[in-house]
Every structure is written in C-alpha cells, then in structure tokens.
C-alpha cells in the first residue's frame, strides 16, 4: 500500500466506513497523537509509558512482569527498532502502545491507558501501526495473539508456533497428543474466521468487489 487510503481501498465498502468513523471519533476528545522512534524517545516518555504498562498489568495478569528499567534499557539500546505511540490530551500523555520494528515487520507489543476514549485503543494499536508500517515500507503489521475484534480492523489470522522442550516422555506424549487435536480447531477456527475476512472478495472476473 502506498498510504492509509490506499489500506482502505482494499476493504468492504461497509468496513472502510466503519473504520473512518472511529478513526474519527478515536481522537473526537482533542487527542493528539505522536510516534516517538530513535533519538526524540526520552526518560519522560518511558514514565508515562510505564504507568500505561502497569495499569493493564494489573488488571490484566495481577503483577506486570516487566519493570521500570527495562523501558530505559531498550530506549538506550534499540531505539531506532522501537516506535512508541504516545496519545496526549490538553498536552497530557493519556494512552500508548509500544511496537518493535523489524526487517519487514511492525510487531505491536503492548498497550495501556490511564484515560478511556472510544476506538483510542484501536486507532493507537492498530491503525497507527499500520500508518507507520506503509509509511516506513514494511510488508506487514503483527499485532500479537487473540483479539476477535483485529479481524474487522484488517488483520487477519495467521497460524504461528511456539517451541518446548518437555523432558518427561510420558507427559511429551500426552501434550502431543492433545496438540494434535488442537491444531485440528485451531485450522478450523482459522477457516471460520478467514471467511469473515473485511477485505474485498474478488467476482468472477477477478475484479473486487465493491
């Protein structure tokens, strides 16, 4: 894609209005959003950041596993991979969502907020990073694992893996077991939701649909 609209060309006449409709009531409160990347991330940022962090930790999983300094760490190691989405109301940072930047790949890791708007999370989330990957000529946005609600903002699901080493055999067998009747739903939750796809179908002549 060339640019946002671009991205929006792509999808269901229906699913575009939706999606312009809250990008504009995302930021309907005065919100103001910036993308902090390389040498404009600061120590203020990475404070407010935090407090975003902790906020979803708490609420989410009761204990965030990350501390303070880790922030700074990779803000002092990897800022050029980092792009940080920081929303601010009346000057106030209110929300952020923090995104890791790869060879081709724009991957969104964590988000939180201490004020709540309606679709802030989505335009923080997701469309900002899909405006950022165009804007940077990355082939894709991961948006991480679950979450129903990406499907209709234009990410689809994509089958992916994690490796374990399990050393007792009886309990690797059991686990294997199990993994292969997983995978079986897994696939078929895959078909399920790749059938709802927002993007445009393709008629018999091979034109999109509109």
């Known amino acids: 894609y060339g640019s946002f609209d671009d991205f929006l060309q792509s999808l269901a006449s229906r699913k575009r209005k939706q999606l312009r409709r809250e990008r504009r009531e995302a930021v309907a409160a005065g919100i103001e959003i910036k993308i902090h990347t390389g040498s404009t991330l600061t120590e203020a940022d990475w404070d407010a950041f935090y407090l975003f962090y902790t906020d979803t930790g708490m609420r989410k999983w009761g204990r965030p596993y990350l501390n303070r300094e880790f922030f700074s760490l990779i803000g002092e190691r990897m ?62 946005v991961e948006a991480g694992a679950q979450g129903a609600h990406k499907l209709a903002r234009g990410y689809l699901p994509t089958l992916t893996y994690s490796a374990h080493w399990i050393t007792d055999p009886r309990f690797r067998a059991a686990v294997e077991d199990y993994l292969e009747q997983e995978r079986r739903m897994v696939e078929e939750d895959k078909r399920q939701l790749d059938a709802h796809s927002p993007f445009r179908h393709t008629d018999h002549d091979g034109e999109p649909e509109k």
């Open 79 to 140: 800022a050029d991979q980092i792009a940080l989405v920081l929303c601010y109301r009346d000057g106030r940072p209110i929300a952020g969502a923090l995104n890791f930047i790869g060879s081709d790949t724009l991957f969104g890791r964590n988000w939180g907020c201490t004020e709540h708007h309606p679709f802030l999370h989505f335009e923080a989330c997701y469309y900002q990073a899909i405006d950022f990957a165009i804007a940077r000529g990355l082939k894709r």
